[in-house]
């Protein structure tokens, strides 16, 4: 597990039951996030313009869908595992568990954006390759703020250390 801070001075046990507070108050914004999007594309299929999308954009729209649900079913997974293995004894193992599936979360919650956005784009915009164009950008930021900005910030932290 990440977060090993020698200046804390905590057992097993309280660090294990730190790590899952911080975890549950970052899931929770992710969690909303995710279900408001879901819950938005759900009623896309049955507006009347639905029906006018080209075949490309029809199935943009079904993947984009599915990439919500598993989101969502990721994000929400450890609330479900810790329902099922509270007061077993394993939270150290939880927290682990739990942060691999929000790291997969938001990656699929990324994604869902992504292709959520490039949607609306090619229904917004006449231009199809601004809206490639466009979604590309943002996919970017996301790989920008969400991987690499942490990784400069570690490694800075890193050589300070």
């Given amino acids: 597990m990440p977060d090993s801070q020698p200046d804390r001075d905590e057992t097993p046990s309280e660090r294990a039951d730190r790590l899952w507070n911080e ?3 970052e899931v929770r914004v992710c969690q909303t996030g995710a279900q408001i999007l879901f819950g938005f594309l ?12 080209p ?16 989101a969502t079913a990721t994000l929400i997974a450890p609330v479900a595992f810790h329902r099922f293995l509270i007061g077993h004894g394993v939270k150290p193992e939880l927290v682990r568990v739990a942060g691999r599936f929000i790291t997969t ?6 994604l869902t954006i992504t292709t959520a956005l490039l949607l609306l784009l090619r229904t917004a915009l006449d ?12 996919l970017l930021w996301f790989a920008l703020c969400w991987l690499l900005l942490p990784q400069v910030v570690l490694r800075r932290a890193e050589r300070r250390g």
Wanted: charged share 10%.
């Fill in 23 to 25: 975890m549950l108050q």
């Fill in 42 to 53: 759900l009623s896309v299929v049955f507006t009347p313009r639905f029906t006018t999308l």
């Fill in 55 to 70: 075949d490309f954009d029809r199935r943009l729209y079904v993947a984009t869908v599915v990439l919500g649900a598993v």
């Fill in 105 to 110: 979360g938001l990656a699929l919650l990324a």
């Fill in 127 to 138: 231009a199809t390759g601004w809206a490639w164009f466009l979604t590309g950008a943002v």
